[in-house]
């Protein structure tokens, strides 16, 4: 074998080694889609103060007619029915009971909304009609207090599940506020299970199950009815690795569960709301890309999904609200 063989046998074999490591990666870490996908259907919104305008919305929730947006930096909750139409609004900025600071995002449970209030360090309940209740927490990092509450779970037994954001835990409270557990160090961050990077956004499946939006560790994390951690995904062994592949992030800004138990979040950076199934957090589909135009999303910052199917997103960088519908519908 002459000498110039022998060199490109030398430069082959890290080559074809490469490829493998590659091809191995590939069908280890990035998923391939398994559903025909979402179609846009409409869109709503710009920027402004008046009925229907936003100024950098940030979160959404449903019920079976209406849909309810925080409008943050005009510090109200703007309502609308399932085609854009202005219905009503609430909320002003301040820090009086039933004022609002920078309202993320939103749950609807027992025919109330909650509001995670990021600026004012609570959690804010309405009537459906805008009609304040109460008023949850207080700014701190000690038991049943917030430091920016990025979102809010509820569950059937009025139980709440608050992403303490700057505190880096999650909280669960008594209907009152009264503290029962957390999960996660106060004011640590790392990338092991079942300790978060700023979490953003919670929900609860029917099963039980809380799933945690643990944003800039760029991965969903999974615990039991129990509260037990079950299991978590991505990128590679979800421990925050970035990238734009399905079924990686680029910070979770929004995490909601539909009927059926799949899991919607908001991959803000990737400009796409990611859909997964329940077990093990398998790929499903996305839909969405960076963009102005219609079924483009300038940093999608929160889902909702009502019961039907139709997904709500609001395009946080668009000042609008966004509705999708499954293409096989």
Request: charged share 20%; with cysteine.
């Amino acid at each position: 074998m002459d000498m110039k063989r022998k060199i490109l046998m030398a430069l082959a074999i890290p080559l074809l080694i490469a490829a493998g490591f590659l091809a191995f990666g590939c069908a280890t870490f990035m998923a391939s889609e398994k559903e025909a996908g979402y179609r846009f259907v409409a869109a709503w919104g710009e920027r402004g103060i008046g009925p229907g305008e936003f100024n950098d919305p940030t979160g959404i929730a449903v019920t079976e007619h209406e849909v309810f947006v925080s409008d943050a930096r005009n510090s109200r909750i703007q309502v609308f029915d399932f085609e854009g139409n202005f219905k009503r609004q609430f909320g002003a900025a301040g820090q009086e009971p039933g004022q609002l600071g920078r309202p993320m995002n939103l749950t609807i449970a027992h025919n109330e909304l909650y509001v995670a209030d990021y600026w004012n360090d609570r959690i804010e309940v309405f009537a459906l009609d805008g009609t304040h209740q109460r008023t949850i927490g207080h700014s701190g990092s000690g038991p049943g207090e917030f430091d920016a509450p990025g979102g809010v779970a509820v569950a059937a037994n009025g139980d709440l599940f608050v992403a303490d954001f700057y505190n880096q835990r999650i909280q669960q409270l008594r209907p009152d506020g009264s503290f029962i557990r957390q999960w996660g160090e106060t004011r640590q961050t790392g990338a092991e299970a079942e300790i978060f990077n700023y979490p953003t956004d919670v929900a609860l499946a029917p099963d039980g199950s809380l799933y945690v939006a643990d944003g800039y560790n760029d991965r969903v994390q999974v615990f039991s009815p129990d509260g037990n951690f079950s299991h978590k995904w991505g990128g590679p062994f979800a421990r925050n690795i970035s990238g734009p592949f399905q079924g990686w992030f680029a910070v979770v800004t929004s995490i909601t569960v539909d009927r059926a138990g799949n899991v919607f979040a908001a991959d803000f950076y990737n400009n796409r709301i990611q859909k997964f199934s329940s077990e093990e957090g398998t790929f499903l589909t996305a839909f969405g890309e960076e963009g102005t135009a219609s079924g483009q999303f300038n940093h999608p910052m929160a889902v909702a999904v009502a019961n039907d199917g139709t997904v709500f997103v609001v395009d946080y960088g668009n000042n609008r609200v966004q509705k999708w519908r499954a293409k096989a519908e």
